[in-house]
């Protein structure tokens, strides 16, 4: 909000964040593999995804 994006959400396009306009994710589910080092690394901190 520091810079101003309001109704907007994070998003990471490697090697980027950038600010998306909520309007254009709406309704969009993005799916993300088992198996990647986001949800490793999300279970290594404890986060349970019911597995």
Same mark, same amino acid.
């Given at each position: 909000?520091? $810079? ?5 959400? %994070? $998003? &990471? *396009? =490697? =090697?980027? %964040?950038? @600010?998306? =306009? &909520?309007? +254009? %994710? #709406?309704?969009? #589910?993005?799916?993300? +593999? #088992? *198996? +990647? *080092? !986001?949800?490793?690394? @999300?279970? *290594?901190?404890? #986060? !349970?995804?019911?597995?």
């Amino acid at each position: 909000m520091e $810079a101003g994006n309001f109704g907007t959400m %994070v $998003a &990471l *396009d =490697p =090697p980027e %964040v950038k @600010a998306v =306009p &909520l309007e +254009s %994710v #709406i309704g969009n #589910i993005k799916r993300v +593999s #088992i *198996d +990647s *080092d !986001s949800i490793q690394t @999300a279970k *290594d901190i404890g #986060i !349970s995804f019911g597995d």
